[in-house]
């Protein structure tokens, strides 16, 4: 069965039906050729776009001159409302003043001092799915709630349970739904003075969620003057000093940064989790060797178990292949360049698709199949080297992506070690774009005992 893919656009599109049809949807709005090209221009009266799934240009762009092509303030623009100055949005000397206090708080052990939380959140999103045996769910607002859950663990030391918490969740939910990737600001050269025409749903969501995070920060900052704060991720990125400056985050730089880890690591985590947990339904041999791998967990946690969970890794990397959630990235030229013979000038866009590369036809074998086992492929191999994004590359890469390759394994077999679910036939999800890659309607799958 091959897993559903959005239609691509037919024919040819003016700029306001482009910027209409990516604001319903990024994905269908493209072309199918972009799944062949290896390079690809899009022109209007204020900017040149050009689309690079080339590796070495890719590699180029993320790797080898990263601050040459900084991120573009155009994809800013739709963000900035909740995440503020965070690093996620900033460039330059603020982006590396800001990724010298964070980087610290997941290096090393950190990753192992995390996994009792992980742990926790995973066993308890484990009773939620067993109550619901024998029921028809929803699955994206399982794992939704799951990863909400494990966020506020690692970040804060709280349960989803927690007051502040179970609010923050429930505004996120409302913002994601309002906010497309890209506002009329990201196509049009809006003076600064001018409105952002973002959307008041939106607006007021994003309000009441820094407030929030606001409320959380102020606690955590008390706790760590009294010295009764715990030692979870919070606490160490708060308390880390910039080595050059010798700076800490003020309240307000560190709700910006709590506002993206928060995207980062609730949002994205969601869509990966339940587009895994339907292929996993669509693919019951798959889904047998994942319970069947499970099985060698304990009953308490032990980091070292992750090492055993290889079918539930290779199926978390495959879904994050077909189905990354941030679909495209956006960078801007910082001086005139020369990509395969044409003339990029500066301030032009450069769009980096994981969606695209991840289903390059000239690049992947079978590449819109679901197929874990090729990562031990030559083929699967020499793609995850050149072709394989999914957590960006580079200096830039994901801070949380060691995170989310231990919290997607686990929390898959956790799930499935004694539970069994399936789809129905007459009901297949249609991938779409807003913040991250979900699907239109929800996912909805059948949960029974295994």
């Known amino acids: 069965m091959i897993p559903p893919k959005p239609p691509s656009r037919s024919g040819r599109a003016s700029l306001f039906r482009y910027l209409r049809l990516f604001r319903q949807d990024i ?39 990263p601050m040459d092509f900084p991120k573009s303030s155009r994809i800013a623009e739709g963000l900035r409302p909740l995440l503020g100055e965070s690093v996620f949005l900033t460039n330059g000397d603020t982006w590396l003043r800001q990724r010298r206090i964070i980087d610290p708080a997941f290096e090393g052990g950190r990753l192992r001092e995390t996994y009792p939380a992980m742990w926790a959140a995973s066993q308890a999103a484990r009773s939620r799915l067993a109550a619901r045996v024998g029921d028809t769910v929803e699955i994206e607002e399982q ?18 349970e927690d007051q502040i918490a ?44 820094r407030a929030l995070i606001t409320e959380l920060t102020e606690r955590r900052r008390a706790e760590i003057a009294s010295g009764t704060a715990p030692d979870d991720l919070a606490t160490k990125i708060m308390t ?19 506002a993206i880890f928060f995207l980062a690591g609730h949002e994205t985590s969601a869509s990966a989790l339940a587009w895994a947990l339907y292929l996993l339904a669509t693919h019951p041999d798959w889904q047998t060797a994942v319970a069947d791998e499970a099985r060698q967990l ?38 005139p360049e020369r990509f395969r013979g044409r003339d990029v000038p500066r301030g032009a866009q450069i769009v980096l698709s994981p969606w695209h590369q991840h289903r390059h036809e000239r690049l992947w074998d079978r590449p819109d ?9 030559e083929n699967g191999r020499q793609c995850a080297r050149d072709a394989y994004m999914p957590f960006s590359s580079g200096p830039r890469v994901c801070t949380g992506a060691g995170f989310a390759m231990v919290e997607g394994p686990l929390l898959l077999s956790l799930l499935l070690r004694d539970l069994r679910i399936s789809a129905f036939p007459e009901t297949v999800p249609e991938p779409v774009a807003f913040l991250t890659v979900r699907s239109r309607g929800g996912i909805v799958l059948k949960v029974d005992r295994r």
């Not at 994905?27 to 209007?44: C, K, V």
């Not at 890209?182 to 001018?194: D, K």
């Open 298 to 335: 304990g009953d308490s946690p032990d980091f070292a178990d992750m090492a055993r969970l290889r079918v539930s890794r290779d199926v978390f990397r495959e879904t994050l292949r077909l189905y990354p959630p941030v679909p495209m990235m956006v960078r801007e030229t910082r001086c």
């Open 369 to 377: 199949e679901f197929d874990p086992a090729r990562w031990g492929t």
């Open 240 to 258: 880390t000093r910039d080595p050059e400056t010798g700076a800490t985050f003020s309240t307000a730089e560190m709700v910006d940064q709590v």
């Open 27 to 65: 994905l269908s709005a493209q072309p199918a050729r972009l799944y062949r090209a290896w390079m690809a221009e899009f022109r209007t009266p204020f900017f040149r776009s050009y689309l690079i799934n080339q590796p070495d240009l890719v590699k180029t762009v993320l790797k080898d001159r």
């Open 143 to 160: 794992t939704s709630h799951a990863a909400a859950d494990i966020i506020f663990r690692t970040l804060f030391s709280l349960p989803i």
């Open 166 to 209: 179970s609010a923050v969740f429930h505004e996120f939910k409302t913002y994601q739904r309002s906010q497309p990737i890209l506002n009329l600001a990201a196509f049009l050269p809006l003076p600064r003075w001018l409105p952002r025409f973002h959307r008041r749903q939106t607006k007021a969501a994003a309000r009441r969620i």
